[in-house]
């Protein structure tokens, strides 16, 4: 997709946002994962790739651009600016520590720009520097990455998320045993890396999350 606006229609019509992370992945690559994301049907996918050289991960980035476009999935990429650039990609994830928004959203126009927020300050200052969503967490403690926080708790979905205008997605710990907490709490775009990475059918996995999810209006 070309078009920002078209791409950030297509992602609010997202309901699992799942991230790449090979050392969670049972011994599959990167693409074999997103072969299984796509037999799911999911409609996004994050390629994170901290394990890959910069020349390692722009080479999976345009493998994945390939498969996504077939897919008609969004493709983001966690981190870099460039590299998402470069391979066509439909957007970047920042952290609190990376290219900061405002020097992105001028370098990339066009692009949706996500950004990592652990509280609601962070979040509200992302909305108001235009970021086109936020990813609220962690949720509950993971092992995905290092984190030096204590987990928010799914309450902080109740407090953060009446005051956003953008999308937000959640993450941090979610799986199938605990989405229902945040679906409860208001969240529609669950962000998981281990509950779908881990899953000895990928697929499957990714068909019964988003049917929980889906499913989620009748919490009220």
């Known amino acids: 997709m070309e078009n920002k606006t078209q791409r950030i229609r297509a992602f609010d019509q997202i309901d699992i946002y799942p991230v790449t992370d090979q050392s969670l992945s049972l011994g599959r690559t990167d693409l074999e994962i997103l072969d299984g994301l796509v037999g799911g049907g999911a409609r996004i996918v994050q390629l994170r790739g901290k394990h890959l050289s910069k020349k390692d991960f722009y080479q999976m980035a345009m493998a994945f651009r390939e498969k996504t476009t077939k897919a008609g999935m969004l493709l983001i990429i966690n981190d ?13 994830h920042l952290g609190q520590d990376d290219l900061p928004l405002a020097a992105a959203r001028k370098l990339a126009p066009n692009l949706i720009i996500g950004v990592s927020t652990h509280s609601l300050e962070e979040a509200l200052k992302a909305q108001k520097q235009m970021a086109a969503y936020v990813n609220i967490g962690p949720i509950f403690a993971t092992r995905t990455k290092e984190v030096t926080m204590d987990p928010l708790g799914p309450e902080a979905i109740k407090k953060i998320a009446p005051q956003l205008k953008i999308p937000f997605t959640v993450m941090g710990g979610i799986n199938a045993t605990n989405i229902d907490q945040v679906l409860r709490a208001g969240a529609r775009r669950i962000a998981v890396v281990s509950a779908v990475t881990k899953a000895s059918d990928i697929g499957r996995a990714v068909r019964e999350l988003r049917e929980t999810i889906n499913q989620a209006e009748s919490f009220g």
């Open 80 to 92: 870099h600016l460039d590299i998402a650039l470069a391979c066509g990609a439909d957007g970047v």
